[in-house]
């Protein structure tokens, strides 16, 4: 593992744009190796066939080479230019072929005429290309070509998962999916947000935190429900949970409401987003989207919450050549770990305290807690926070909610806690 004390996103995401990755396959673990320079991962691989609830680890997918000739042996689409070329799942196939024949087997997006779409049968065996609209358009009467030289076999499924242990056994679970291929906004804005989290919490964490920090890189969907499946007995200790996707383009960001909609996590994105005067949305959980749809079935309902910037499915680029580096920027990537830090520490703070002298307000002045004649706006935020803190430190209320409920930050509340704890006036409940 490198020791450098900064992740270069871009760079990161240079590095594992060109990999053709799928649900399973080398290219998972590929990603993995690369990945591992940055964050220490454990690698699990779990076997074709394992069951996990209602679905089965697939057979594993692998790619060496693919294209279509015309009949002057001229390749017109080859899988080494784009690996978004070959529907993933692909079958192996090796045959000549008439136009209508081939067009049975080509995807295109008339709506995105010059991009290549991204394809997928994972649960249904199939062959097929992807190429431009444009370059359908244009195909003539011949004999084509047709090369996939893939296998479809018993192997595994690739995970990786890194932990950081905290003083409890209370989870922050943060995950991000490692399954698609060359495209930067879906899938691989969220892996390289994660992994930058991952490295500089792994280095700000001296002493050990509070809570446990798991962050996951998974194949979406089959990857979740599998670790879902063999963690079933310890999720009750996932206290708070985000699912990072689709956040390196250049809109405001979203956050994405767990199931409960009155999570923990979901009062502390909504006002460290605010505080941090990040410009944002916040919208309530729905069933499709990312792997918030495991970790919030009903079974689970995890207090589980997404950030992402332009979900998956609005933006016209998505699942296309078109997701590439033109469409994200290095700002949003930062601007989003700078979201996920902030997040953290307000997790890392955010307790019930209890007032010790709850009969009538307790003199400040004779404390040294009252500022003096001609003090600054600091001072007298300071008071405010203490005015807050000491009233509706009840028991009830933890730290979160005595910002929201006085209109000052997060970290407004932080700051006075220590002095209210020091001078007997304040406990942890
Ligand atoms: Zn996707």
């Not at 060109?18 to 076997?47: A, D, Y």
């Not at 409890?168 to 992994?195: Q, R, W």
């Amino acid at each position: 593992m490198k020791d450098d004390n900064t992740v270069d996103m871009i760079k990161l995401m240079r590095q594992l744009f060109p990999i053709c990755r799928s649900i399973t396959g080398n290219g998972v673990r590929e990603t993995f190796k690369i990945l591992r320079e940055v964050v220490p991962l454990q690698v699990i691989e779990v076997p074709t066939g394992t069951q996990a609830f209602d679905w089965t680890v697939p057979k594993e997918w692998n790619i060496k080479d693919a294209y279509i000739k015309n009949s002057k042996g001229e390749k017109i689409v080859d899988f080494k230019k784009s690996n978004l070329h070959v529907v993933s799942y692909s079958t192996p196939v090796n045959e000549k072929i008439s136009l209508s024949e081939l067009k049975q087997k080509l995807c295109t997006y008339p709506e995105l005429p010059d991009a290549i779409p991204y394809m997928t049968s994972y649960y249904k065996e199939n062959w097929g290309f992807c190429i431009s609209h444009r370059q359908y358009e244009q195909l003539k009467e011949d004999t084509y070509e047709v090369f996939i030289d893939s296998s479809l076999e018993d192997g595994h499924l690739t995970y990786g998962e890194y932990i950081i242990p905290g003083k409890t056994k209370d989870e922050v679970l943060v995950t991000c999916y490692i399954c698609h291929p060359s495209m930067c906004n879906d899938s691989l804005s969220g892996v390289v947000v994660v992994a930058k989290l991952a490295h500089t919490l792994m280095k700000k964490f001296s002493d050990k935190p509070r809570y446990t920090y798991r962050f996951l890189f998974v194949p979406e969907t089959i990857g979740a429900i599998t670790w879902l499946s063999k963690n079933k007995e310890n999720v009750q200790h996932i206290s708070h949970g985000i699912v990072v996707t689709c956040i390196g383009d250049k809109q405001q960001l979203t956050y994405k409401r767990s199931r409960r909609g009155n999570a923990a996590i979901d009062k502390i994105m909504e006002k460290v987003l605010k505080d941090e005067n990040v410009p944002h949305a916040v919208v309530d959980f729905f069933p499709n989207g990312s792997d918030e749809r495991q970790f919030c079935s009903p079974g689970f309902n995890l207090p589980v919450g997404s950030l992402m910037r332009t979900a998956y499915g609005k933006y016209l680029e998505y699942h296309s050549s078109a997701d590439d580096f033109s469409i994200i920027s290095e700002k949003s990537l930062e601007g989003a770990v700078d979201v996920l830090l902030k997040t953290v520490e307000a997790i890392e703070i955010n307790r019930i305290y209890v007032n010790c002298n709850p009969y009538c307000e307790p003199n400040l002045g004779k404390r040294n807690l009252y500022p003096t004649m001609g003090a600054g706006k600091k001072k007298s935020t300071q008071l405010e926070a203490i005015k807050w803190t000491l009233n509706f430190s009840d028991g009830q209320h933890d730290v979160v909610d005595i910002a929201i409920r006085s209109g000052l930050s997060i970290f407004d509340i932080a700051a006075v806690i220590p002095l209210l704890v020091d001078a007997g006036l304040l406990r942890v409940a």
